[in-house]
């Protein structure tokens, strides 16, 4: 029999780092893992979200239930805590669907050659980063967060301060409105440098124009390098909006996040509804407390109001904990009809509203947590 130990713990304004083992007998470690609270984006507020990570156990140790033991001690720990959400990189789907966990997000990597990029003027606004300007980033970062799901905080001067990328900042009016964060590599062909590739690793924008800024700043180094290759653009659909020579782009989707939601009163308060008024009530199957229940939103006017009915009362639709967290994230952006072929959806009676509710967002993270 083993039993979950707390090795490390650290708690600070932003964050709470945790590190969690489950042990034997003899005290020694048979699984781990490590799990961090901190705000993630979500509608356009934060909400407590924990983050997991390096799950892993021997191979001589696995089939003991180590990892679920792990699970089960920090889901109450998240509970007890009012975080909202967890998060993580499965290395199975099918294995984390156990706990609860659905897919709410992919990773896009979207690369085109740097000729093609012909529909923007070549200019340069953007300067050289350097950390007096990390209150102007941040200040672009958490614009572009609003609407956008799952993207992380941004609390250390140090993140945009890497010997292998360069970040550049955009200004209009002495006014942040864009960055970029990228890095470069060629090849030496005989006597020259050729097969260079543009990695674009983050960016983040407050309009339409900023976006169009961002382009021509990466316009200024063709004939430098041959391709441009965002590694991730999940969470910033609009950049995909902009190509326009689709024939030479290519795409590569990977599935990325998955969540399963620990406290549904949370999430749903948190979300920012249409302003038509609509109502709906959802069925929540969990074996979570503060996950499980039936609730009854009303929204409209800008406003909401979210109440915990009796459990016996009655729904529009039935969740399973995995189709709630795909659905609230906006994932799919599916309607009743489609979400009635999701596995863990049962539709009773029309819940048209909660569709409305919920339609399909950005999802996404730049970093790896």
Do not use: W
């Not at 041959?226 to 590694?231: A, G, K, L, T």
């Not at 038509?276 to 199957?285: P, Q």
């Amino acid at each position: 029999m083993s039993e979950i130990t707390v090795l490390y713990r650290k708690d600070d304004e932003n964050s709470s780092i945790i590190r969690l083992a489950a042990t034997n007998e003899n005290n020694e470690q048979l699984s781990g893992g490590r799990f961090v609270f901190l705000g993630t984006s979500y509608s356009n507020t934060k909400i407590k979200t924990m983050l997991a990570g390096g799950i892993g156990t021997p191979v001589h140790n696995r089939r003991g239930g180590n990892v679920r033991k792990m699970f089960d001690y920090m889901h109450a720990l998240a509970t007890e805590e009012d975080v909202a959400v967890a998060l993580l990189h499965p290395f199975s789907y099918a294995y984390y669907r156990k706990f609860g966990y659905e897919k709410v997000s992919d990773h896009l990597i979207v690369r085109f050659p740097t000729r093609l990029i012909d529909f923007v003027p070549r200019r340069c606004k953007f300067v050289p980063y350097d950390e007096s300007k990390y209150a102007d980033v941040l200040k672009v970062y958490e614009r572009f967060s609003k609407g956008r799901n799952l993207l992380l905080p941004r609390n250390d001067p140090k993140y945009y301060l890497n010997d292998k990328r360069t970040v550049y900042v955009c200004y209009d009016g002495g006014e942040p409105i864009a960055y970029v964060i990228y890095s470069s590599s060629q090849k030496m062909i005989v006597n020259h440098l050729g097969e260079g590739l543009l990695t674009v690793h983050e960016l983040a924008y407050t309009s339409s124009d900023a976006l169009r800024e961002i382009f021509s700043f990466l316009r200024m180094f063709e004939g430098e390098f041959d391709d441009i290759e965002f590694s991730n653009i999940a969470m910033c659909p609009e950049v995909e909006l902009l190509l326009r020579h689709y024939t030479h782009t290519s795409y590569t989707r990977v599935s990325d996040i998955m969540a399963r939601v620990i406290n549904t009163e949370k999430i749903l308060s948190a979300k920012t509804y249409p302003e038509k008024e609509g109502e709906f009530t959802v069925r929540v199957d969990d074996i979570l407390p503060k996950a499980a229940g039936v609730y009854k939103v009303c929204y409209g006017g800008g406003d909401s109001r979210v109440t915990r009915l009796d459990d016996n009362a009655d729904s529009d639709i039935t969740l399973s904990s995995g189709a709630f967290s795909r659905l609230v994230y906006g994932y799919d952006g599916v309607d009743e009809i489609a979400a009635s072929y999701m596995d863990g959806v049962k539709i009773n009676r029309n819940c048209e509203d909660f569709f409305i509710a919920f339609p399909k967002a950005p999802c996404g993270a730049f970093e790896h947590f």
